[in-house]
């Protein structure tokens, strides 16, 4: 799998169902979402995170926030609550078409489209915060360590990236598919059994991977916890990092 096949595969989500391809959740898929209650899925997930951030010690409020992997810029509206500026980038222009339309912030998100395997494009320690929550566990595993890397080059000294990733399928059917069957064989069953648009890939990264990536790139990890419980399949925890 390559960053064109997310690509591919993503922007047809994006353009067929995109609020549920974000946010799978039953009774959602078809367009079922109501926009409303799919940004609110967004404030409660930014605040739950701010007040962890705030036990922590860690600031709460930003002069540049970056929504990775912002899709239909659910989490980005959130953060314009908290932050002067906020750019959300996506790999599928599709998903940002819906997160413009979604916007309520009166533009003060800029949405931008960034379907190179870095973040190039902008300058290193441009940050304050880096936000990516459903995001990297779409990806192939070398993408997930090129663009970590990448978060905590664009933070600046001291800057926070809150990170969200899949450690491990949980031992539930599901979870044991997920560990045991070739991924073609799942993609055909999304597409052809369940009528996925396109398929969706999970790649979890362990923890003790975690710890190796951030030490040879200058980061530190604060803390980390369980993730919000999204799905019951897969075992994730949300890194609250530090760059040094």
């Known amino acids: 799998m390559s960053l064109n096949d997310v690509r591919r595969d993503w922007t047809t989500l994006g353009a067929e169902d995109p609020l549920w391809a974000v946010l799978v959740q ?3 898929r078809g367009g079922r979402w109501d926009e409303d209650e799919f940004l609110a899925t967004g404030r409660a997930d930014v605040e ?9 010690g860690l600031p709460t409020r930003w002069e540049r926030a970056l929504d990775f992997g912002c899709g239909a810029g659910r989490l980005s509206q ?3 609550a908290h932050a002067t500026q906020v750019v959300g980038v996506d790999i599928a222009p599709s998903m940002l078409e ?3 339309r979604l ?8 949405f931008v489209l960034n379907d190179a395997p870095d973040l190039g494009r902008f300058p290193d320690g441009h940050f304050d ?15 997930v360590d090129r663009y970590l890397a990448e978060f905590l080059r664009v933070l600046r000294p001291g800057g926070v990236a809150v990170v969200g990733l899949p450690t491990e399928p949980a031992r539930t059917l599901k979870g044991l598919v997920w560990r045991f ?15 996925y648009p396109a398929p969706m890939r999970m790649t979890p990264v362990p923890h003790a991977d975690m710890v190796r990536l951030l030490a040879t790139h200058g980061g530190e990890i604060v803390d980390r916890r369980p993730d919000l419980p999204y799905t019951e399949d897969w075992l994730c925890s949300r890194y609250a990092l530090r760059r040094r």
């Open 26 to 28: 039953p009774g959602k």
């Open 48 to 56: 739950e995170t701010v007040g962890w951030l705030g036990g922590l």
């Open 78 to 80: 959130a953060l314009a």
């Open 98 to 100: 819906t997160a413009r």
């Open 103 to 110: 916007d309520r912030t009166d533009g003060r998100i800029e």
């Open 129 to 143: 915060l880096v936000y990516s929550a459903l995001v990297l566990q779409h990806l192939p595993r070398p993408a």
């Open 181 to 195: 069957a070739p991924f073609r064989l799942i993609s055909w069953a999304q597409r052809r059994v369940l009528g």
